[in-house]
T-cell receptor
Framework: KNEVEQSPQNLTAQEGEFITINCSYS?????LHWLQQHPGGGIVSLFMLSSGKKKHGRLIATINIQEKHSSLHITASHPRDSAVYICAVRSRGGSEKLVFGKGTKLTVNP | EAQVTQNPRYLITVTGKKLTVTCSQN?????MSWYRQDPGLGLRQIYY???????DKGDVPEGYKVSRKEKRNFPLILESPSPNQTSLYFC???????????????FGSGTRLTVV
């Protein structure tokens, strides 16, 4: 079993829909990151979470440390949100190793 | 402009011919790291560095070397490349906050390496 599991693997939505991508992990962590990889390959860091909730524009990220689970929400989705969304966790204990989920490919149709 | 610069963007080489992929950041970040991305496997960490002269192995360090002689540069060295190192490589950097927590990462544009 992978340390970081994302669901769904693929997601197709219509423009305007509310999107949720889930990330579950099995190890104790110091932080969780959400990344966006554009169709051209570039990677952008969206959020870093160690507790609670963060919001940036139409994107909201939440984390539940007790349940070892995080969600990324996109409100009023748009075709430009089409990308691969990747969850990554940093283990507790001083190591700065990052372990990644395999990503969720989101396609938003107009 | 704040950025992480990787070179080259594309590289085709032959088995056994030593190569270096360069990574440079202009943000005075302490932390730098290398990753490879493969279909079906996702991103995996190769090496990381918390500061000058401090490097540590990630999950897949075999076949790679790194050095951190200056804060801004973190080259990835393949002493004897093999076809299983054909991959898409990313470098990233991050500052440490006053509480010594790493913040968000800035990624380079990627280097697509093919070893034949």
């Amino acid at each position: 079993k992978n340390e970081v599991e994302q669901s769904p693997q693929n997601l197709t939505a219509q423009e305007g829909e509310f999107i949720t991508i889930n990330c579950s992990y099995s190890v104790g962590i110091s932080a969780l990151h959400w990344l966006q990889q554009h169709p051209g390959g570039g990677i952008v860091s969206l959020f870093m979470l160690s507790s609670g909730k963060k919001k940036h524009g139409r994107l909201i990220a939440t984390i539940n440390i007790q349940e070892k689970h995080s969600s990324l929400h996109i409100t009023a989705s748009h075709p430009r949100d089409s990308a691969v969304y990747i969850c990554a966790v940093r283990s507790r204990g001083g190591s700065e190793k990052l372990v990644f989920g395999k990503g969720t490919k989101l396609t938003v149709n107009p | 402009e704040a950025q992480v610069t990787q070179n080259p963007r594309y590289l085709i080489t032959v088995t056994g011919k030593k190569l270096t992929v360069t990574c440079s950041q202009n943000m005075n970040h302490e932390y730098m790291s290398w990753y490879r991305q493969d279909p079906g496997l996702g991103l995996r960490q190769i090496y990381y560095s918390m500061n000058v002269e401090v490097t540590d192995k990630g999950d897949v360090p075999e076949g790679y070397k790194v050095s951190r002689k200056e804060k801004r540069n973190f080259p990835l060295i393949l002493e004897s490349p093999s076809p299983n190192q054909t991959s898409l490589y990313f470098c990233a950097s991050s500052p440490r906050s006053p509480g010594h927590e790493l913040n968000g990462y800035t990624f380079g544009s990627g280097t697509r390496l093919t070893v034949v």
